[in-house]
T-cell receptor, first 111, second 116 residues
Framework: GENVEQHPSTLSVQEGDSAVIKCTYS??????FPWYKQELGKRPQLIID?????GEKKDQRIAVTLNKTAKHFSLHITETQPEDSAVYFC??????????FGAGTTVTVRA | DADVTQTPRNRITKTGKRIMLECSQT?????MYWYRQDPGLGLRLIYY???????NKGEISDGYSVSRQAQAKFSLSLESAIPNQTALYFC???????????????FGPGTRLTVT
């Protein structure tokens, strides 16, 4: 099955700085890569996703890049704000439903 | 998201007991999922269902069973609970079909289960 590794496990950034989270996957058949954000005590929510026919996708302050050859993808958050503090999960799937999640990255934005 | 609900929200049970976690959705989605979340392990798929007649094992189905009673209801059962099943359990739903613009999975609020 798919194995997704996510790094770092924790990330502390100064407000206004950028944050980068990296994930690698093992199954070359994976073609869907979503990112979920989970605030403390809340449910995970999709923040952005990318499919294998696209190399990069942006949505305001967040962006995701995908390198299929190297089997890795990354989440970039620019101009971080306190509300960006959360746990972020990457995932990979050979289709749109059987997601394999990474272990998560706890992001703390320091004021 | 009030459209996906889970009951109970918290449960403490003893080893060997049978327990059922319930999930209901009003989103009209055909696909439903059960995940467990453990610190440092992320979210792991237990079972998923495409409709009432289609149920599939996920990554970690041993010790669990499910029932899809209707399009809107998907229950997870632990036939004989053990302490290492202590975790946060999430139900999720997603849409399917031609013209679907998003593959987003919508999660319920979670059920915190403790097995003593």
């Amino acid at each position: 099955g798919e194995n997704v590794e996510q790094h770092p496990s924790t990330l502390s950034v100064q407000e206004g700085d950028s944050a980068v989270i990296k994930c690698t996957y093992s199954d070359s058949a994976s073609n869907y890569f979503p990112w979920y954000k989970q605030e403390l005590g809340k449910r995970p929510q999709l923040i952005i996703d990318i499919r294998s026919n696209v190399g990069e996708k942006k949505d305001q302050r967040i962006a995701v890049t995908l390198n299929k050859t190297a089997k890795h993808f990354s989440l970039h958050i620019t101009e971080t704000q306190p509300e960006d503090s959360a746990v972020y999960f990457c995932a990979a799937a050979p289709n749109d439903y059987k997601l394999s999640f990474g272990a998560g990255t706890t992001v703390t934005v320091r004021a | 998201d009030a459209d996906v609900t889970q009951t109970p929200r918290n449960r403490i049970t003893k080893t060997g007991k049978r327990i059922m976690l319930e999930c209901s959705q009003t989103k009209g989605h055909d696909r439903m999922y059960w995940y467990r979340q453990d610190p440092g392990l992320g979210l792991r798929l237990i079972y998923y269902s495409f409709d009432v007649k289609d149920i599939n094992k996920g990554e970690i189905s041993d010790g669990y069973s499910v029932s899809r009673q209707a399009q809107a209801k998907f229950s997870l059962s632990l036939e004989s609970a053990i302490p290492n099943q202590t975790a946060l359990y999430f139900c999720a739903t997603s849409d399917v079909g031609q013209g679907v613009l998003s593959y987003e999975q919508y999660f319920g609020p979670g059920t915190r289960l403790t097995v003593t």
